[in-house]
């Protein structure tokens, strides 16, 4: 990389909500110089690799009450801020991108004292409290649905949509690497990078009904969930993870998901119909805004978990697979037309705007 090309720090970490939007980013801006911040032991350590420059600090958020944790806390978070203010200023460094979470808080903060442009990006329709605390202290707020700008009232806004890794754009049905039958209805679900152990046992318990009817399960069940091989069946796959979901989105009938905005934003660009169990304990209850931005749209069907239960599962779905009823074609319509296609295109020519306009 030539000494002229512009450098640009990443500070993205934990789960692959603030990550794969940050690699989907980092993939338009081949002409910059990255290197990238994240947090020990968490998802960055592995997917970013060898692609970027790794940096890495130990912060946390705020859990619980006030105490001796909090002092902790608080002391890493202003370590964090001189931390960050070091690898910026030696890396001379012309800017910062950030996608919120723990992480962005001391980043945000060194950029500003140095004052660099700072894009934060936020996927959610409720932005997280460091999106709201800081957004004011950010050159521009990148936000993925419409609905997050009114709770950012002192931040410049644009909405941009969420980046997909581009084999998100690319992908068919048929690169799926899995041995399923190509006129088989499918059925996938999907519980986010920690899993969802109670919506799995629901759909363990109405599999057979759904099976009966013809169809095909692969159940990403996450590593967390004790009981992934307690159900069998020919046409029902059990996997803690899948590393094509572009893929396995594309060839999907029908996806069971949580609604993170990552995994949103993956089911709108492969127009992929869902059935929505937002995460109960999500901060501030964030996955019921960003879900119930598909169920305006008919692009899903949401449901509380504490409303959901195995009958209530097992019917919806069957009736979703009803071959007389054209629902699903319907909710894939509606679910395309939520996707910004060139999201990562159009946040990258923003990036360089605001960097070049401070050089």
């Known amino acids: 990389m030539s000494q002229a090309s512009p450098r640009l720090l990443i500070a993205a970490s934990g789960t692959g909500g603030h990550v794969f939007p940050a690699l989907a980013l980092a993939e338009q801006l081949s002409d910059y110089d990255i290197e990238w911040l994240g947090v020990p032991n968490r998802m960055e350590t592995q997917l970013v690799g060898d692609r970027y420059p790794l940096h890495t600090m130990n912060v946390g958020g705020f859990q619980g009450g006030l105490g001796l944790g909090t002092l902790k806390t608080l002391g890493r978070l202003i370590?964090?801020?001189?931390?960050?203010?070091?690898?910026?200023?030696?890396?001379?460094?012309?800017?910062?991108?950030?996608?919120?979470?723990?992480?962005?808080?001391?980043?945000?903060?060194?950029?500003?004292?140095?004052?660099?442009?700072?894009?934060?990006?936020?996927?959610?329709?409720?932005?997280?409290?460091?999106?709201?605390?800081?957004?004011?202290?950010?050159?521009?707020?990148?936000?993925?649905?419409?609905?997050?700008?009114?709770?950012?009232?002192?931040?410049?806004?644009?909405?941009?949509?969420?980046?997909?890794?581009?084999?998100?754009?690319?992908?068919?049905?048929?690169?799926?690497?899995?041995?399923?039958?190509?006129?088989?209805?499918?059925?996938?679900?999907?519980?986010?990078?920690?899993?969802?152990?109670?919506?799995?046992?629901?759909?363990?318990?109405?599999?057979?009904?759904?099976?009966?009817?013809?169809?095909?399960?692969?159940?990403?069940?996450?590593?967390?969930?004790?009981?992934?091989?307690?159900?069998?069946?020919?046409?029902?796959?059990?996997?803690?993870?899948?590393?094509?979901?572009?893929?396995?989105?594309?060839?999907?009938?029908?996806?069971?998901?949580?609604?993170?905005?990552?995994?949103?934003?993956?089911?709108?660009?492969?127009?992929?119909?869902?059935i929505l169990v937002p995460y109960p304990f999500a901060a501030e209850d964030h996955q019921t805004f960003n879900a119930a931005i598909f169920a305006a749209a008919n692009a899903a069907l949401v449901f509380q978990q504490q409303d959901l239960n195995t009958e209530l599962l097992q019917s919806k779905v069957m009736q979703l697979l009803d071959p007389s009823n054209d629902q699903l074609g319907t909710m894939a319509l509606n679910a395309k037309s939520i996707a910004v296609e060139n999201s990562a295109e159009v946040l990258a020519k923003t990036v360089k705007s605001l960097i070049a306009a401070e050089q």
């Open 79 to 274: 370590g964090g801020i001189f931390q960050a203010r070091k690898i910026l200023k030696q890396g001379n460094f012309q800017g910062l991108f950030t996608t919120g979470g723990y992480i962005s808080g001391p980043s945000i903060v060194a950029a500003k004292s140095l004052g660099l442009p700072v894009v934060l990006h936020e996927s959610n329709a409720l932005p997280g409290k460091v999106t709201r605390w800081l957004s004011p202290l950010c050159s521009l707020v990148a936000i993925g649905f419409e609905e997050a700008a009114p709770h950012l009232p002192k931040a410049k806004t644009e909405c941009v949509g969420t980046p997909v890794r581009g084999n998100f754009l690319a992908a068919t049905g048929s690169d799926l690497g899995l041995e399923i039958p190509a006129d088989v209805p499918l059925i996938v679900v999907a519980g986010g990078s920690q899993g969802a152990v109670a919506v799995n046992k629901m759909v363990r318990a109405a599999a057979p009904a759904w099976l009966d009817a013809g169809a095909w399960i692969v159940h990403l069940t996450g590593q967390s969930d004790p009981d992934r091989e307690s159900f069998s069946h020919p046409h029902y796959m059990a996997l803690a993870f899948w590393d094509n979901m572009a893929a396995l989105f594309q060839r999907a009938n029908l996806a069971i998901s949580r609604a993170g905005a990552g995994t949103l934003t993956e089911l709108a660009i492969t127009g992929t119909p869902s």
